[in-house]
């Protein structure tokens, strides 16, 4: 084996290590505002990270990834309503036991005028029936 061919060898090795070293939790989100149909997303968050996501402009979802690398952690979805004067309102909370590596499935509803929240749906599937 010549040296590029053993370099190459030991840098592959390293990144597989780097690669199963790095935790991420994915999220797979299906959100059915009032009088629309179901639309899912997915995203991938490190341990600690979290994205804020605008479903419409007074409407909006913040995800969090549990801050736990290793062992259980809790992973949290927020609804907001966006106000006239700029603030948010909480609509709902989801805390969720979550490992590291794990996909998490929710999804939310604007159902008849109310907050609908169901764990362990389908990407895709109706929330609101």
């Known amino acids: ?3 590029f061919n053993a ?3 030991m840098l592959a090795c390293l990144w597989a290590g780097h690669a199963q070293a ?5 999220f797979d989100i299906t959100l ?5 149909s179901a639309r899912s997303f997915k995203v991938h968050l490190p341990p600690k990270g979290s994205v804020r996501h605008v479903i419409r402009d007074d409407l909006t979802l913040e995800v ?4 736990e690398e290793h062992g259980q952690g809790r992973s949290e979805l927020r609804l907001l309503s966006q106000q006239k004067d700029g603030s948010f309102k909480v609509l ?3 805390g969720i036991a979550t490992f590291p590596n794990e996909v998490v499935q929710a999804g939310y509803g604007i159902c ?4 609908t929240y169901r ?3 389908a990407p895709g599937a109706a929330v609101c029936q």
């Not at 969090?64 to 801050?67: D, E, G, I, S, V």
């Not at 008849?112 to 907050?115: H, L, N, Q």
């Open 32 to 36: 059915q505002p009032a009088g629309e």
């Open 7 to 9: 370099i190459a060898a």
């Open 1 to 3: 084996m010549n040296k």
């Open 64 to 67: 969090h990834a549990p801050a």
């Open 92 to 94: 709902h909370i989801a």
């Open 22 to 26: 790095a935790r991420s939790t994915q």
């Open 112 to 115: 008849a005028g109310k907050v």
């Open 119 to 121: 764990s362990e749906i």
